[in-house]
């Protein structure tokens, strides 16, 4: 982006992380690369608007950037820059390289350019009235001599891999749009060079030209894997190697360009293509896509300080589906928090740490099993959270592995009803009261394992009171019912203290209000 940072930014950065986390978690190695496109007219244009030149406009969007995945806890292991000195140098090759091979050439473009999405477009997909096809503000008429990429050439090529891999672009209306939409009618050659500004990298061959945005920002990807440098080994291995998987998260918004034409490059340079593209959808608030000039942009700074990172993580994981657009409302977000985390999730742990500590002295019973009628359910439906949370994630569907989850959570509450442990204290019965607590311990535990990747911290807190050591904080510790046996927990403070909807919601609506001022 070329201004602040809303909410929204996040969104997929976060999502990215937290599948990044899952895989980690599963004993896969995993290489997680994100950074920022920072070439461009708009970016140019802005920089001058600032009185600033254009690397010191980026420089501090790119602070900003940083900190904002520090806040939110973001575990990337490279975060790579398009004004990198190693990006540059890739970008310049890989441009004489697909000249070299006659998949670029030189011409002459006229037609319709959105600044804002930097973006060309011809004049059907403009209408008579000249607006972007994708944001809808008005289009510019452009004409200067360019680059060309030839997408004709690939076309069919693009076409039969779709047919051949039909998981490589979802969900599946956006593979739809793609072909129907833009493929089908038929594509233009695509302009990769302009001469109207001078904010990019320029082209070795014709220094007056600079490489158009989407050409140097797609190849990010592998650039920072070191493709054409003196190391590239980290290339061979994530991106070279049949076993590695390479993944795309990406926002609709930019569906296009990855899933037409950063194919169509990797195939003229003879390169594999991603394994997957996730098209996620966009976080919106009641009046739209978030903008400053809607007034409705989410600075998500006061909300992790005010409520944590390990809430806004689990808000935004949780309430946008795969594929399909989200909400924020501050009332769905406390309410979120409420509901899931504080009512759920940090109710359990309290009831069940302080009946421990209450009958036992803090020590877990042994793990018993059918003791009470319920238990043999709990265990089954244990068994099939686990199969459905790593069905769910292989599907890179996590918003449906945390509803799993939560499923187990409230089903502990409702076991703790149902097996009535302080019936069971007056009446005697010593196995069944073992074993209800075993059994809500162990829910504790799998949930506490399973929601690592998107509670960074709490889940940890939760660990630490039910007594689990780091080196069992595995996952291919929760096989074992045993594990779990004459630990001692410990009571600590609320994950979640209950949020107050009245207030919390009108210091959100404040800050929304404060930060479409500044």
């Not at 190697?241 to 340079?269: C, N, Q």
């Not at 949780?318 to 985390?341: H, K, W, Y």
């Not at 210091?507 to 479409?516: A, F, H, L, S």
Request: proline share 4%; charged share 25%.
């Amino acid at each position: 982006p070329s201004a602040k940072l809303h909410i929204g930014h996040a969104y997929s950065t976060t999502l990215t992380d937290i599948l990044a986390r899952y895989h980690r978690m599963r004993g896969e190695e995993t290489y997680f690369l994100t950074g920022s496109d920072e070439h461009g007219m708009k970016i140019e244009k802005n920089a001058i608007a600032a009185g600033l030149s254009p690397q010191a406009f980026v420089d501090q969007i790119v602070i900003s950037f940083k900190n904002l995945w520090t806040a939110l806890d973001i575990s990337n292991d490279d975060f790579i820059r398009t004004t990198d000195p190693r990006h540059i140098e890739t970008v310049q090759k890989i441009f004489s390289r697909l000249i070299d091979n006659g998949d670029i050439y030189l011409g002459v473009y006229e037609g319709w350019y959105c600044r804002e999405c930097e973006a060309f477009w011809t004049e059907t997909q403009v209408g008579p009235e000249h607006l972007c096809p994708d944001c809808h503000r008005p289009v510019q008429k452009a004409q200067e001599d360019a680059y060309f990429f030839k997408t004709h050439k690939y076309t069919e090529r693009l076409l039969k891999h779709y047919a051949e891999h039909p998981n490589f672009l979802l969900p599946e209306s956006r593979k739809n749009e793609m072909v129907n939409t833009f493929i089908k009618p038929g594509l233009e050659d695509l302009c990769v060079s302009r001469t109207s500004f001078s904010w990019g990298v320029p082209i070795i061959e014709n220094p007056k030209h600079v490489v158009y945005v989407w050409l140097d920002a797609l190849t990010n990807y592998i650039s920072a894997l070191g493709y054409l440098s003196e190391d590239d080994s980290l290339f061979k291995k994530f991106w070279l190697d049949e076993k590695s998987e390479k993944v795309h998260i990406l926002g609709a918004d930019i569906t296009r360009f990855h899933a037409i034409y950063w194919p169509m490059f990797l195939m003229a340079l003879d390169l594999p293509l991603p394994d997957q593209e996730l098209v996620h959808g966009l976080l919106m608030t009641k009046e739209g896509k978030m903008s400053k000039s809607k007034g409705n942009t989410i600075d998500p700074f006061p909300l992790i300080e005010r409520y944590g990172v390990d809430a806004v993580r689990y808000y935004l994981a949780r309430e946008v589906s795969f594929g399909a657009d989200g909400q924020f409302t501050p009332e769905q977000f406390v309410e979120r928090i409420n509901m899931d985390l504080a009512n759920n999730l940090g109710n359990l742990l309290n009831r069940t740490v302080s009946m421990i500590n209450k009958y036992f002295e803090g020590i877990i019973p042994d793990f018993l099993s059918g003791i009470n009628p319920f238990d043999q359910e709990v265990e089954n439906l244990i068994v099939s959270t686990i199969k459905e949370y790593e069905e769910q994630f292989n599907k890179l569907h996590v918003t449906e592995a945390i509803i799993a989850v939560m499923k187990l959570v409230s089903r502990g509450n409702k076991y703790i009803d149902e097996t009535m442990p302080w019936v069971l204290v007056k009446e005697g019965k010593k196995r069944e009261l073992e074993s209800s607590m075993a059994h809500l311990v162990r829910i504790l535990y799998i949930a506490g394992i399973l929601l690592q990747p998107i509670l960074t911290h709490k889940s940890s807190l939760l660990l630490d009171q039910i007594g689990i050591e780091k080196e069992k904080r595995t996952y291919e510790s929760i096989k074992n019912e045993h594990l779990l046996d004459q630990i001692k927990v410990q009571k600590g403070e609320q994950l979640f203290p209950r949020l107050d909807e009245t207030s919390e919601v009108a210091y959100i609506v404040e800050r929304i209000q404060k930060n479409d001022k500044n």
